[in-house]
């Protein structure tokens, strides 16, 4: 199946990665591309556990964190060609067929902050063959992309700390 994890509300990336942990644990084989997310901070997370199980990642962008704890918006050439590179790693896992489970984390916001356009993303989609569970979160309301998929969760914001000037906290938000 196709599974989107979409919405402007937390929990995206930690419900793939629940699902990750879900399949290892049963057998399969997952594998992870985290697009736009180049911060030395997510090696610090949850790519340690992957280490550990072995586990496969691959991530692409540019780095977003400034030296001051902030963090970098908008988009540069740089970050279009990393994309680019992240769509041809994906198309690369999904046509070796050596996982069951692949996570596209982030792939929807590349699309929807133009890092990548909705023709790579549905470019990508053709090579899904219904023999693995592939997964994309991120930001998107492109119904063409939608439409692709078997099942579409959509995390709505209700509240968040964030509003009221919570920093992103290590162990929780990265």
């Keep these: 199946m196709i599974q989107?994890?979409?919405?402007?509300?937390?929990?995206k990336t930690t419900a793939a990665i629940g699902l990750?942990?879900?399949?290892?644990?049963?057998?399969?084989?997952?594998?992870?591309?985290?697009?736009?997310?180049?911060?030395?901070?997510?090696?610090?997370?949850?790519?340690?556990?992957?280490?550990?199980?072995?586990i496969h990642y691959h991530i692409t962008g540019?780095?977003?964190?400034?030296?001051?704890?902030?963090?970098?918006?908008?988009?540069?050439?740089?970050?279009?060609?990393e994309a680019k590179l992240g769509i041809e790693y994906a198309k690369d896992i999904i046509k070796n067929k050596k996982y069951d489970l692949i996570v596209l984390d982030e792939i929807l916001s590349a699309e929807s902050y133009g890092l990548l356009?909705?023709?790579?993303?549905?470019?990508?989609?053709?090579?899904?063959?219904?023999?693995?569970e592939l997964v994309l979160t991120g930001r998107t309301d492109n119904q063409m992309i939608l439409d692709k998929?078997?099942?579409?969760?959509?995390?709505?914001?209700?509240?968040h700390y964030f509003d009221e000037g919570q920093e992103a906290r290590p162990g929780i938000e990265y």
């Design 4 to 11: 989107v994890y979409k919405g402007d509300g937390k929990g």
């Design 20 to 54: 990750i942990i879900r399949a290892f644990g049963h057998g399969r084989k997952p594998a992870m591309v985290l697009f736009d997310k180049g911060s030395i901070n997510y090696k610090h997370s949850e790519l340690i556990i992957f280490d550990r199980l072995g």
């Design 62 to 81: 540019c780095e977003r964190m400034k030296p001051d704890g902030t963090f970098r918006f908008g988009v540069t050439e740089a970050d279009k060609r």
């Design 117 to 132: 356009s909705t023709e790579d993303i549905l470019g990508l989609l053709e090579l899904y063959d219904g023999k693995i």
């Design 149 to 159: 998929a078997d099942l579409v969760t959509t995390m709505k914001k209700t509240k």
